[in-house]
């Protein structure tokens, strides 16, 4: 690699040159800790720094809050705010990777405009350590003490002088008038990293080291850190991959401007998965612990094939308790549950529309409401502009992020297949904030739509196969596109059974699209209900939904189940089929949990390493069956 | 549309969180002019009764003749929202619950002649009523009441989060108390929301605002024993402002 | 010709419970002059036994939102009395600085949103703000409490209750450049306090308060060489001079028969007043000198004993907090961080600083761990309740050919002359619990 010479009394110079395009971001002291800031006087730098409360990149390419777009009644939109040049001096090699990690979440699959303006408008001048920090472990995972790639320029501390060695052009332009590199310089260099590397004597041993967590998500280790820990949260915000974070409207005393703002979150926190009514999907603090764990050392390998956990051992400096990743692993290696088949989840490769800012929602009118029951009702929307809904398509099962400006965002499945054109429709609850503010609207009135965003229901592979579809509840809705679909190339599909059970017959949906159903050919429809109140009405089956499987006739052999409903709906369904028989690779389910971006990004969504808004919604059980923690 | 009515009540307390109402000096007029101010003692000579929209109580319930009135606040107002760490736990008035006198104790050492006061342990007003909000810290948090009076002229559940204060000190940078000076800050276990106060000014934050959500006080009470405190130390740190509480309850107990 | 009653369930713009009983006979005389405090008692005094030596402070502040700065200041001076800890010059400008602080937000609000409404025939500020002449002052007003809060926030963390004050200093303090923020500040909001003095003689002039004078004795505090605010000898009209700690011996609460009403009295005499009036009776030559001269321009000549000019007084201290927080400024010039250090030790002490509405009285008894073993609080408003009765039974027999709407008002403002913190006060008032009819 070409390297150059910087002599530690020309540092002065060397910063005050690239002070004259760019903001000089580096490391200063802040009582006895460092955190990086903008130089003004180049007497600040502390370059001998060990490691920084915040990590430099996170803190200033991710950022811990920032406005997404102002509204005024409706979209205003708001360009990404052009951000000024400016140079990370000083990054080590832990946050450099931390950082490339960073760039797999939000410049893949959906880039995100904010973060890419600002890190194209960062150059980054990266530092080797050469007396590594107590805590670190970057050895274990080759993200540290020296870095590789993803810099502009790297430096090396060689006692009076720092050898810099350059790794791109824009590194190659500000290394003008340094003389070059020595052999001598080169050796120096590699015999200090060496050096250095060998200081490092915390290690885990990273081989095979999802297979060992996921075979030990029970081991006695995670209660005694569940006893320990506070929940604090502090080793989230540390952390240079962690990425999570929340969205929320805020609207000013006139209700009318506003602005969407978004701000660092963490899985550590007990409402980071509440949904409306309250509900909290990860309630338990040690399913929250070992969720941050598998994360950092397994997950997010698997969700974006790049490095969790980059060894800078700021989580083990920053937590009161000292609760330690290396500690935990080698504990679990030390006295292992016995071995067994462990196949690692692999997300689905997606595909989307790389030009399209995925924050801004498309402006939308609501054509018309019809009240289902008291507190559901199916909107028919069509997109304000008509180039846009002409080009609007999405497969049986997908979702929308449908915004209420000052309120929020709520994500939805589409309860209407693509045949229909002009419109398409949803059909919600009113349950929380937005679908509350949803339930106040009329015709005519203008939301906000993202999307279609995730995998839908298996509808090509269904083909030439028996279909049995069981809904419950509200859970009809999502599966609604399936019976239009179906409906519209009808010899493509086998024998059609359809299960749907309610509460009361007062709640069941699309009652009266019924009897269009059961005239569809080689189609049945079973109802069932819970109970039947005194005074209604009701000539068919009562009884939980799984009590109609003795009623189907499809060919077990040879059916495709898709089912969606309450979670614990599900659950039974899929335990039912299960011990009938039918095996998990011909069943369906469709899940819900909280989302704030539903683009794979603000990790609202997760199931251990599955994100539900773009590895599902719909699911085929038996690629998620033995997630660590389970599904339902 | 109508502007919502709102009432201002007190009980056992200081009056500091409705005096942070009018703390609000360069919105004051603009949220005057967004509601319409029905009941409000301190600041208005003309009152009316009730039924209300929105009533903000402040001040923990410690008589008969407070809790009469409560339960009659909460039948007049749609949205009842605790003000104040007194009205949401019971805050400082909560101290006397456990400092081991009895109440007749109590009452023979601050008062010379004895007279029927009917006094009984300071609780926060959920103790006895249903609360649709709570506005915590002490004093409450200006910010936070804007944001509510906010939510609730759009009809919005605010949505605060009460993860710990530890998060807010990592978000400014701060130097943690604990880890870089030994002093016993409670702000791991305490919901976040003030933007780290007293932390960010070389004070070990006090818990005030009560509980975070599912915290662990016990381990937290371990650490300060770590730390050097002695056991009445760590059962006077969590029987200040939020004693009342099943969590902080719990780290007075664990030593 | 029955009695006439004049009687308030709930007194407003007042903080805390009060309520006020009259019962006036057919001949004019007073059968009944009650001013009732319905404040639940929190027990404070009972409860800081045990608690630490460094919570007192903490916890005292509670007692009240309007006046914190006058407990806590009280009570950690005393604490720092009792433990033999000494603090550096900084750490007492800061503090005074601070207390200036909460006296320009205190005074501002009592003069503006408090009082001037009844005076202008208002039934509350908010209620001023909607008439087109009024808006302007009463967003000045709003301004220039603004800036007392903004004081206590740069010194103390939070305008209400402080974070950063606890014996031997604090914990943190605030910057050159931010200091120097808020004297321009200051500077600018002179003019507007002397127009407050102006508004508030105007208005106290009005008929019938210039006959209201009745003559008692005025305590308060008086230093050597600057106006009291956190410390000073006991002085009063009446040649009472002592130092501060012995007020537990010449303050005295006694018991009358007869009499619902724990009554304050000076030792071997009667009934007392505290707060801005008495400052200003004990103190004119100590306030500065643009205080001075417009007191002076507006006729306003100590002593005073009339009751309606508690307002002139807290507009003159207005204009002399200015002053004082702007030279106070000077002095600090750029803080330093001091790290308090101290040993504990077992004593005793007593301190009294001047709160907006009058002198606040903490003390007591630490042991060798620092635990406490008693504390005594007295609060200002306390002291002002008997005083006020008096003021009833000499002015009410004056209002007599007012209609009662208007004698209920009259009434209600001779209790508002007084700022009362009936919180702070339930301390020592017996609370009355049955009530007539």
Redesign the interface.
Not at chain 3, 49 to 52: E, P, S
Not at chain 3, 62 to 66: E, N, P, V
Not at chain 3, 123 to 127: D, M, P, T
């Given at each position: 690699m070409e390297a150059f010479v910087l002599p530690k009394a020309e540092l002065g110079n060397f910063v005050a040159e690239l002070k004259r395009d760019n903001e000089v971001l580096g490391p200063v002291a802040k009582g006895e800790e460092y955190i990086f800031a903008p130089i003004d006087d180049v007497e600040a730098l502390c370059l001998d720094y060990d490691t920084t409360i915040l990590p430099p990149a996170k803190k200033f390419i991710h950022m811990p809050g920032e406005v997404l777009f102002e509204f005024e009644d409706a979209v205003e939109g708001k360009t990404p705010e052009k951000v000024g040049k400016r140079v990370l001096f000083g990054v080590h090699a832990c946050d450099l990777n931390g950082l490339l990690s960073l760039d797999k979440v939000f410049l893949e699959t959906y880039p995100d405009p904010y973060y890419k303006e600002r890190r194209e408008n960062t150059a980054i001048i990266a530092l080797n350590c050469v007396s590594p920090c107590s805590d670190g472990f970057c050895a274990s995972f080759n993200t540290g003490p020296s870095a590789d790639i993803g810099f502009d320029l790297c430096l090396t501390d060689l006692g009076d002088r720092y050898i810099v060695e350059v790794g791109s052009d824009k590194g190659r332009e500000m290394v003008k008038g340094l003389s070059a590199a020595s052999n001598e310089d080169y050796i120096a260099r590699n015999r200090s990293l060496r050096a250095a590397q060998q200081q490092i004597t915390r290690r885990i041993d990273a081989d095979n080291l999802g297979v060992l967590l996921h075979q030990n998500y029970d081991h006695p280790v995670w209660q005694e850190a569940k006893e320990e820990c506070l929940a604090c949260g502090s080793c989230t915000s540390v952390c240079p991959t962690c990425y999570c974070f929340g969205v929320k409207d805020y609207v000013d005393l006139t209700l009318e401007k506003g602005e969407r703002q978004r701000f660092w979150d963490s899985c550590m926190f007990y409402e980071f998965s509440r949904v409306a009514m309250d509900h909290i999907f990860m309630p338990d603090r040690e399913a929250r612990i070992k969720h941050r764990m598998y994360h950092k050392l397994t997950y997010y390998q698997q969700q974006f094939e790049a490095p969790g956990c980059v060894g800078c051992g700021r989580c083990v400096t920053t937590c009161i308790k000292r609760i330690d990743p290396v500690d935990i692993v080698a504990r679990i290696q030390a006295d292992p549950n016995p071995d067994k088949e462990v196949k690692l989840y692999t997300p689905p490769e997606k595909k989307v529309k790389p030009e399209l800012n995925p924050w801004e929602p498309q402006k939308a009118v609501i054509k018309s409401i019809k009240e289902q029951t008291p507190d559901v009702r199916t909107y028919t929307i069509s997109f304000v502009d008509p180039e846009v809904q002409e080009a609007y398509t999405y497969d049986p099962g997908v979702f929308n992020l449908i915004s209420v400006f000052g309120i929020g965002e709520s994500a939805i499945s589409i309860s209407s297949c693509a045949d229909l054109k002009g419109v398409f429709q949803h059909t919600i609850r009113a349950v929380g904030n937005v679908t509350n503010a949803l339930a106040e609207l009329k015709e005519g009135d203008i939301i906000g739509i993202r999307g279609p965003f995730g995998f839908g229901w298996p509808v090509e592979e269904m083909k030439g196969k028996d279909v049995l579809l069981v809904a419950g509840g509200i859970g009809l809705a999502p599966l609604r596109p399936v019976i239009k679909y179906i409906q519209a190339r009808r010899d493509q599909y086998g024998k059609f059974e359809i299960l749907y059970g309610c509460r009361t017959p007062e709640g069941m949906l699309f009652t009266d699209e019924y009897d269009e159903w059961r005239k569809i050919p080689d189609t049945r429809l079973h109802l069932t209900v819970d109970m039947v109140p005194p005074g209604i009405e009701w000539s068919h089956n009562i009884g939980v939904v799984t009590t109609l499987f003795n009623k189907i006739s499809v060919d077990k052999a040879n059916t495709i189940v898709v089912t969606c409903g309450p979670d614990i709906m599900m659950k039974f369904v899929v335990l039912d089929l299960l011990k009938r028989g039918w095996s998990p690779e011909q069943i369906y389910v469709s899940l819900e949990r909280r989302m704030s971006c539903g683009i794979k990004k603000c990790g609202n969504c997760q199931m251990g390493p599955v994100f539900v808004c773009q590895d599902g919604p719909v699911f085929r059980y038996a690629d998620i069956m033995d997630l660590p923690g389970g599904v339902f | 549309m109508a502007k919502p009515t709102i009432a201002f009540f007190k009980f056992s307390s200081c009056a500091g969180c409705q005096l942070n109402v009018l703390n609000l000096e360069p919105i004051l007029l603009d949220i005057v002019g967004a509601v319409d101010i029905r009941y409000f003692v301190m600041a208005k000579r003309e009152n009316f009764e009730g039924p209300y929209d929105i009533g903000f109580v402040e001040g923990a319930v410690t008589s008969p003749r407070e809790l009469m009135e409560l339960k009659k606040i909460r039948e007049e107002c749609s949205i009842l929202v605790a003000q104040g760490a007194c009205a949401c736990h019971g805050g400082i008035p909560s101290v006397k619950n456990f400092c081991g006198m009895t109440q007749k104790e109590m009452e023979e050492k601050v008062y010379t002649e004895l007279w029927d006061l009917k006094s009984f342990p300071a609780h926060g007003i959920d103790y006895y009523v249903k609360v649709d909000a709570y506005l915590k810290g002490c004093p409450m948090d200006k910010d936070e009441f804007v944001m509510l009076v906010t939510s609730a002229l759009k009809g919005l559940n605010p949505l605060f989060r009460y993860h710990s204060v530890c998060n807010e000190c990592k978000l400014k940078e701060n130097n943690c108390l604990v880890l870089t000076k030994g002093i016993p800050c409670m702000g791991s276990v305490t919901a976040a929301g003030c933007g780290a106060q007293c932390p960010s000014l070389g004070r070990g934050c006090e818990g005030c605002r009560g509980p975070a959500s599912d915290c662990n006080a016990a381990s937290l009470a371990r650490t300060f024993i770590d730390l050097g405190l002695s056991r009445d130390d760590v059962v006077r740190k969590f029987r200040k402002y939020a004693g009342n509480t099943p969590e902080f309850s719990k780290g007075a107990e664990a030593v | 010709m029955s009695d006439r009653r004049i009687f308030v369930d709930?007194?407003?713009?007042?903080?805390?419970?009060g309520a006020i009983d009259i019962i006036i006979g057919p001949n004019g005389e007073l059968k009944k002059a009650r001013w009732e405090v319905?404040?639940?008692?929190?027990?404070?005094?009972?409860?800081l036994?045990?608690?630490?030596y460094d919570?007192i402070p903490?916890?005292v502040q509670?007692?009240?939102?309007?006046c914190?700065h006058g407990h806590h200041l009280a009570a950690v001076r005393a604490v720092e009395r009792a433990m033999g800890v000494k603090v550096s010059l900084q750490t007492t400008l800061l503090r005074e600085l601070l207390h200036y602080g909460d006296w320009i937000q205190s005074l501002t609000?009592h003069v503006y949103?408090l009082a001037a409404?009844?005076y202008l025939g208002y039934?509350?500020?908010?209620?001023m703000?909607g008439n087109e002449e009024l808006l302007p002052v009463?967003?000045q007003a709003?301004?220039l409490?603004?800036l007392g809060?903004d004081i206590s926030v740069l010194i103390q963390?939070?305008?209400?209750?402080n974070?950063?004050s606890?014996v031997g200093g604090f914990?943190?303090v605030p910057s050159g450049s931010e200091l120097k923020k808020i004297q321009e500040r200051l500077k600018e909001a002179k003019d507007f306090t002397l127009a407050t003095v102006r508004l508030a003689a105007k208005i106290a002039s009005q008929d019938p308060y210039p006959e209201l004078v009745r003559k008692c004795e005025h305590v308060s505090l008086r230093e050597e060489g600057k106006y009291p605010i956190n410390g000073g000898r006991l002085v009063s009209t009446e040649g009472l001079d002592v130092p501060d700690w012995e007020y537990p011996e010449w303050l005295i609460e006694k018991?009358v028969p007869g009499c619902n009403c724990k009554h304050a009295i000076v030792k071997g005499r009667d009934s007392f007043l505290v707060g801005p009036l008495a400052r200003v009776n004990n103190n004119f030559d100590l306030l500065s000198k643009d205080a001075q001269a417009i007191a002076k321009e507006v006729g306003f000549s100590v002593p005073s004993f009339n009751p309606f000019h508690s307002i002139i007084a807290r507009g003159i201290e207005l204009v002399h907090s200015i002053d004082t927080a702007i030279e106070l400024i000077d002095e600090i010039g750029d803080p330093v961080y001091e790290e308090p250090k101290y040993e504990i030790k077992a004593g005793e002490g007593y301190a009294i600083t001047e709160a907006a509405r009058g002198i606040c009285c903490h003390g007591g008894k630490i042991d060798k761990d620092g635990v406490c073993q008693a504390w005594d609080i007295v609060a200002p408003t306390s002291r002002n309740v008997y005083n006020l009765e008096k003021d009833f039974e000499s002015f009410v027999p004056k209002l007599l050919n007012l209609s009662d709407e208007e004698l209920t008002l009259k009434c209600?403002m001779m209790i508002r002359n007084y700022d009362p913190c009936q919180?702070c006060a339930t301390?020592s008032i017996?609370?009355n619990?049955r009530r007539e009819g």
């Open positions: - | - | 709930y007194i407003a713009r007042t903080e805390g419970d319905w404040e639940p008692p929190r027990f404070f005094e009972a409860f036994i045990g608690r630490k919570e903490e916890m509670r007692i009240c939102g309007i914190p609000l949103c409404p009844d039934e509350s500020v908010l209620a703000a009463v967003k709003l301004s409490k603004r809060n963390g939070n305008e209400i209750q974070r950063t606890v914990t943190a018991h209600e919180s301390h017996k609370v619990l």
